[in-house]
DNA sequence: CGGACAACCTGGCGGC
DNA sequence: TGCCGCCAGGTTGTCC
């Protein structure tokens, strides 16, 4: 479910709840999704242990402990939300980690499709070390992007998803960035124009923020963990509105694949031969 | 190193 | 209604 804004509501709604509460015990179901240390290791370490804070870095979860980190990565499909420990829910049916809390409340991570991972360091830097700036941050400069965009010929759209890039973008805010910035997403990267690379920094910074203001793209599934849909997808300018007129122009919003991804964009909007007029 | 692509998994949906 | 193929918001490993 996940890309920067997402990520950012579930921080944002995880911390009323989970501050303060100590692990009293773990439990799982799907070994793959305790990526380190091993579960034994996992659940001696983090018993006992208080929920301090809960941050965001890209797409990762950061709750901090007492000694440390419990870091979670929603992947595509992932939920986690804490619950009084009798109350059932939907997404209940994948849940294969939950942390049992003190104050009869339980932290659960649901994942139908098991790609998620939860760890438990010490040091963060050794999952996060290698991400780019923070897209919403003072790092996130337009020089920077400029450089590391010079050096790449590759699609600019696949470029944004590089975490080492910029860090949290995802396929949604891609496609809805690269349409409020005119650019295709088919454009070598190196071959974006100066006035092209503002731009587009700037309407990145725009669409992630329209994205947390309206509480993540689609799902609500923290507040509503029933599964219910949200009504940020109505805000989307290019994201899933193939063949539905442009909101700028009214030609039919094109779809394609680039980089293995769906691609939505408006073909007058977008031109792939750009003009450097 | 950059880039292309398969792999990891399951569920939901459109089409026949 | 039932089955089938296709699609999905992410990352990592492998190969050239």
């Given at each position: ?24 015990g ?8 305790i990526h ?17 804070a ?11 402990l007492?000694?440390?980190t ?7 499909t ?27 409340q ?14 438990l360091?010490?040091?963060?830097n ?12 003072d ?6 992007f ?17 975490q ?13 960035a ?34 947390i ?29 193939t ?26 909007c ?8």
């Amino acid at each position: 479910m996940p890309e920067l804004p997402e990520v950012e509501t579930v921080v944002r709604n995880l911390r009323e709840p989970l501050i303060g509460r100590c692990v009293e015990g773990m439990w799982y179901d799907w070994g793959k999704t305790i990526h380190s240390p091993a579960p034994e290791q996992f659940a001696a370490r983090i018993t006992g242990q208080t929920f301090r804070a809960v941050e965001r870095r890209a797409k990762y979860i950061l709750c901090h402990l007492d000694h440390d980190t419990l870091v979670v990565h929603l992947k595509m499909t992932g939920r986690l939300y804490v619950t009084n420990a009798t109350a059932t829910h939907d997404a209940d049916r994948w849940v294969h980690f939950r942390l049992d809390l003190d104050g009869g409340q339980q932290l659960r991570f649901s994942d139908s499709r098991k790609f998620g991972r939860v760890y438990l360091a010490s040091d963060i830097n050794t999952i996060t070390g290698k991400l780019g700036p923070e897209p919403l941050g003072d790092a996130f400069a337009v020089e920077g992007f400029a450089a590391q965009l010079a050096r790449r010929k590759a699609a600019i759209k696949p470029i944004l998803l590089d975490q080492t890039v910029v860090a949290g973008i995802g396929n949604i805010y891609a496609d809805e960035a690269l349409h409020r910035a005119g650019i295709h997403p088919l454009r070598p990267a190196n071959s974006l124009t100066p006035d092209e690379i503002t731009r587009l920094h700037g309407t990145i910074r725009a669409a992630l923020s329209d994205g947390i203001q309206h509480e993540g793209a689609s799902i609500n599934w923290y507040r509503k963990p029933d599964g219910s849909k949200g009504n940020s997808q109505d805000h989307f300018y290019a994201y899933g509105r193939t063949g539905q007129p442009c909101r700028t122009c009214g030609t039919p919003v094109n779809k394609i694949v680039v980089g293995q991804r769906g691609t939505h964009f408006c073909p007058q909007c977008q031109p792939i031969n750009h003009e450097t007029t």
